[in-house]
Structure formats: structure tokens, C-alpha cells
């Protein structure tokens, strides 16, 4: 440990913490994430399924945002979501032929396609989307491992094309003012994180989320978020250890994550397909605490802050659901001419994912996108 002993306790700015560049609007009390920031986008959704649902409908609030297109495997499926949105057009796999998405992508009307496929097709719909010239979002972890995220970053920077994770906690105005909290030296220096996340999944075999070739597992699925927290309070770690059970397909169903600091400071995450926890992050600091609450970690309503002056809650609104910030935000980038946003920089991910790479690697979590990744870098 390199910790002086006492800390002082200080309203200084602190150092050492990794304060995510705040995007527009992400205030309580700032402009509203539905009003129009410019020319209105042809958005283009790939999937049906829970989050493809709720992201539309929030897509839907946005002044500036037109519901053009959706694609599924299935005819039925495409109609009855376009149906219930109010897309102009819908696609869907033909027998022997191309894929809906494909045949979407080949829309010259479409602006900017917003991916919701389980994880393990994220990369071939996004590379597919990017090679037809269309700005993407894709959901959370943009790719199953971090070969397969490094090669869509590349064609997204050879066509000058934006594309962007759905990260969307890092939008939200609650998130941003626990970071803005922690970057004041109101609460002294970040030592430590504990931040869980997690569920009991219902034991259906069917599910994406228990589903080896969907890249099922709680690792991919929720431990993006908890690292969020941790690299928003504390930086990216300079070691980490990985424990987790694996069900007999491979897949993870609870795991812990160790990250430690090379001065001593460290966070612990969990996250579960076994049990709920709090789904809470507390920031333990030298001079107070930070704990989110009222929703789990990736859309707190609330946060609880102890400090010097004693225990206070602040609590937040949201927009539709929470997803209309991030959307705000890909609006703005594209309208702006921006191939990537600053709040949600595509090396994040790929660091990210790198850092998952290891925690798989000692967790002994192998997918087949993995062997697909090999062969393709030889
Ligand atoms: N941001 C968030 O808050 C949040 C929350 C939940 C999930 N997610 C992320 O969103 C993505 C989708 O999760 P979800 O919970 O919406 O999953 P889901 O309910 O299972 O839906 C996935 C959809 O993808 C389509 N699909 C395409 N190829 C598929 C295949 N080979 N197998 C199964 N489905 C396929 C299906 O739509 P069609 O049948 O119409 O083709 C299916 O309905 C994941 O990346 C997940 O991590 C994000």
C-alpha cells in the first residue's frame, strides 16, 4: 500500500479518478434530451426482441428522430413491430436469399442503424451495416471480444462513419452528477468500489442469456456496467483477478472481479444470474461515500451522498426510460459530423473488451466468435 497515512480531508479537485467527458445535456435541468438539435435521422432497428422495444420507444420522444425501418428474421415479427411503432418500411429474412438486415441496409433512406441482436451477432450486423455506409449504435459489448471490436472500429474509421456502443448509463444526468461529485473533492480521494449487479434468470435453455452461442453469461451482459462505475471512480486497473461458476454449457452464471490499483486502491464486482443484490456502486472516498440508488446501477434515480456535511439524497428525472440521453447523444455526433462521441470513445471499448478478454481467459470462458476471431488474425 502507498497510501500516506491520514488523508487530508479537502474540497481540492482530486486526481487519479476517470472523469467521462460529460456530454450535452446530461444535467438535471438541462435542455430536454427530446428536443431537436438539428436535421432529422432515418434510424433503421435490427431485432424485435426486449431491448429493441423499449430503446423504440424512446426513440419515438425524439423530435428529430424518424422511425424508418426494422428488420427481423421473421415476416410476422417485422410487421408487428412496425406496426406498433409506426415504421415506414420492414424487412425480414427471405427463404435462400439475403438477410432483413441486409436488405435494410441497401435502403438509401436510412441514416443510422441501431443494433439489439444478442452478442454474438453484433459484429457481422454492424460490419454489414458499416460496409453499406451506415452510422450504427449497437448494443452493450459492442462485439464478443476485443479482435472482433478492433476490426469494426477500423472500417468505421475508413469510411468516416460514426459508431458508438450503447453504453448508456454514461448519458444519463444521474451518473454524470455522481461523477461530477467525485471529481469536486467534496468526498476526498476515491479509495475503494463495490458495485453488484445481477438477477435470478429464469432457467429457460432458449434464452439468449443462457445461450453459449448467443454469448450468453453474466459477464458480458452486466459487467459492463459495474465497470463503469469503477473506471469512472477510480481509472483503468493495473491488475485484475477473476473467480466465477460456469454452468455445464460454458456459460457464466455469477462472477467476481478484483481490480486492483498499483497504489493500493482496488473495487470489487459482482455480477449474477443467480441471486438480485442492492445493484448498487458505492464510492468509499477519504472524506465520504457515494452510493446510487432508487433503480439499479445503470439508471439510478437517486444518489446518497456522505460527506462532511453530513447525509443528503439527490434524486433525478428521467426522459422516457433513461435511453433518450444516449440517443440524444448519437443524434447530435452524426448531425454534427462526428465519427465517434466523446462522452463513449470507441477506445473505451476496446479496452474494455480487452479487459474482459483477460477475465475470460482466467475464467476459462471461450464463445465461438472467439475462434472465428483467431482464425481471421491467423
Ligand atoms: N441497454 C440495456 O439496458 C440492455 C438491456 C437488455 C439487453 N441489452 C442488450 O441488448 C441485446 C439484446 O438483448 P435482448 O434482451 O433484447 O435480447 P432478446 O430479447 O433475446 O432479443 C434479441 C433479438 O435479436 C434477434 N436475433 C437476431 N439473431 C438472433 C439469433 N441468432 N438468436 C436469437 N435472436 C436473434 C431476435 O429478433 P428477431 O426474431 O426479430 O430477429 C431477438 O428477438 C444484447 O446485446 C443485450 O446485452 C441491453
Known sequence: MSFPAGHPVTAAPVTGIRRFVRPPGAQQGAASPLASTGRPLNWAVVAT????????????????SVLHAVSSRSQARAAEFADRFGFAAS??????????????????????????????QHFDVARS?????????????????????AELIRIARDRNLFLMEALWTRFLPSANRAWDILASGELGTPSWVQADLGFPAPADPAARIWDPAAGGGALLDLSVYTLTWAVAALGWPDDIKASGLLNEHGVDIQNALTLHYDDGRHAQLTSSLAASGPGTATIACSAGWLRTGGGDLYNPGELHVSGPAGVRVESFDRAGTGYTYQLREVTRCIQQGLTESPAMPLEDTLRTLELLDGVRAQLGLRYANDSHADAATG
Do not use: W
Open 129 to 149: 451495416a458499416l460496409q453499406h455506409g451506415k452510422h450504427v449504435l449497437c448494443e452493450k459489448p459492442l462485439t464478443v471480444n476485443a479482435a472482433e471490436a
Open 91 to 120: 424487412y425480414f429474412d427471405a427463404d435462400g436469399g439475403p438477410s432483413g438486415f441486409e436488405q435494410m441496409f441497401a435502403d438509401p433512406a436510412v441514416d443510422v442503424v441501431y443494433i439489439a441482436t444478442p452478442h454474438a
Open 49 to 64: 426482441g426486449s431491448i429493441a422495444r423499449t430503446v423504440t420507444a424512446d426513440l419515438s420522444l425524439l423530435e428529430d
